[in-house]
């Protein structure tokens, strides 16, 4: 690990006035950088320990003031400070009984004792997962090389990769509660050093390897995420969501589903929100399911009809084409879990 100097920040503008300009343009997105923002630190400091992250300066924002909120309102919805932790957010009645995929995402990421101290804002904004992405020995695609290990066919270890939009790197993203986050039409507010913020939702705040590989997520050095916003759900708003992992006890993701829809007093899906983790490199909804499973009732038959159409584009590689059927027996459970 290099020696670097700590800052601890008092605001948000005094976070981002401390960034240095030398600072690569896109947060966390460079091997080496002159400072980084750390929060609950779990990410940032696996790659500091590794070598891949270079420090001169981490710029604690843990404990700047109004950064730990949750607040609920019936009518304009739920709004989350960047620096609560997966713990608070676990334990909130107001997001169990109004936004259950998100209960449940929370509830099935990392451990307990890394849920009392991981962010949510540092959670999403995470590098993805891929043992040659965070291997210092592999200059791989997405850290600015001409291969992506793991997309050789075959001699890549890619039994845990993406299945679709793999073209160039197939690594997928670490947070499993960004799915469901994604799926409940959530917003990321993000603040600038010249004092303005902005609320990009979910489906843009993550970047697709098509238009960038080297990068996960559109936040550059000087912006930090403050909150993210979910809208109010209607009373006819049901939620699931479900993750397969390979060990029962805690373990990365080989596939997670949630789904947000809004049933009519038939069962008939008015309307459907589907989003697929670790199947993509960033989360990723299938239209594919929405518009296969809207205005249909929600049963067995037409569940099935969703997940296939949702795994009718998957590409699977060498060593990954389980997570077809994966997905495909996931999706259905899920949409079924709301009927």
Not at 7 to 16: F, G, H
Not at 42 to 51: P, S
Not at 60 to 88: C, M
Request: aromatic share 6%; proline share 3%; charged share 20%.
């Amino acid at each position: 690990m290099n020696k670097f100097s700590w800052y601890e920040a008092k605001s948000v503008e005094d976070a981002l006035q401390q960034v240095n300009s030398t600072v690569s343009k896109e947060l966390y997105q460079a091997t080496n950088k002159a400072a980084v923002f750390k929060s609950g630190g779990i990410d940032v400091f696996d790659w500091v320990k590794e070598g891949l992250l270079q420090p001169k300066k981490v710029i604690n924002i843990r404990n700047i003031p109004g950064l730990d909120k949750i607040n609920f309102d019936s009518k304009k919805g739920l709004r989350i400070g960047s620096n609560v932790t997966l713990a608070e957010l676990a334990s909130n009645p107001e997001i169990k009984t109004n936004y259950l995929a998100l209960h449940q995402a929370v509830n099935h990421a990392a451990t307990p004792q890394l849920r009392n101290v991981s962010t949510l804002g540092g959670n999403i904004a995470q590098r993805n997962r891929c043992w040659y992405f965070r291997s210092a020995e592999h200059e791989c695609l997405r850290k600015g090389g001409y291969l992506c290990y793991a997309h050789h066919p075959e001699n890549g270890e890619n039994e845990n990769h993406a299945i679709i939009d793999n073209g160039s790197c197939v690594s997928v993203h670490a947070s499993s509660i960004s799915t469901a986050l994604m799926a409940h039409n959530a917003t990321v507010v993000i603040a600038d050093s010249e004092g303005k913020k902005k609320e990009v939702s979910m489906d843009d705040f993550f970047v697709s390897t098509s238009k960038d590989v080297s990068k996960e997520n559109i936040l550059e050095a000087k912006e930090l995420i403050t909150e993210i916003v979910l809208p109010a759900p209607t009373k006819n708003t049901k939620s699931a969501y479900i993750k397969q992992v390979e060990r029962e006890s805690y373990d990365w993701s080989l596939g997670d589903v949630a789904v947000v829809v809004e049933v009519s007093g038939n069962n008939t899906c008015r309307s459907a929100s589907i989003v697929l983790g670790a199947a993509a490199p960033v989360p990723y909804r299938s239209m594919e399911a929405q518009q296969a499973i809207e205005d249909k009732t929600i049963n067995a038959a037409n569940a099935a009809v969703a997940a296939k159409a949702a795994m009718a584009i998957a590409q699977p590689l060498a060593k990954n084409s389980y997570k077809v059927p994966l997905f495909e027996a996931t999706i259905k459970q899920a949409i079924l879990e709301i009927s």
